[in-house]
């Protein structure tokens, strides 16, 4: 089975910066899509953004804000976040799939997910 532990949420300011990591096991991302999806209290779960390799699929919403990325050596998946917005506060999951997509139903495999809360 795919093991995933995201790490790094917590409280931050409006205009502030944040990095979201997710250790992988090593089997997991190598050969795995991954990704990360959010869920605000009372919204629907959101795709984030999706990478493999050179491959990379962002949702809307980032607006460019968002940005994946990988430490193959540590074998961790990254979501550097700028510019938070009190909307942005959410649970932040990271995910594995083996293909590319923007639904959660593409994803089979979630971390715990971890809380990020910007305040204003």
């Known amino acids: 089975q795919v093991q995933l532990e995201e790490s790094g949420g917590g409280l931050v300011q409006a205009g502030d910066s944040l990095r979201l990591a997710c250790a992988a096991s090593?089997?997991?991302?190598?050969?795995?899509?991954m990704g990360w999806f959010r869920q605000a209290p009372g919204k629907e779960r959101e795709f984030l953004a999706a990478?493999?390799?050179?491959?990379?699929l962002y949702g809307e919403s980032t607006q460019g804000r968002f940005t994946i990325s990988r430490d193959d050596a540590k074998n961790t998946l990254y979501l550097q976040m700028n510019s938070l917005q009190p909307e942005d506060t959410a649970i932040y999951y990271c995910?594995?799939?083996?293909?590319?997509?923007?639904?959660?139903?593409?994803?089979?495999?979630w971390g715990q997910g971890t809380q990020v809360t910007v305040s204003s």
């Open positions: 090593e089997t997991s991302f190598a050969n795995y899509v």
């Open positions: 995910v594995a799939s083996q293909r590319f997509g923007r639904s959660r139903d593409d994803y089979p495999f």
């Open positions: 990478l493999r390799w050179d491959m990379r």
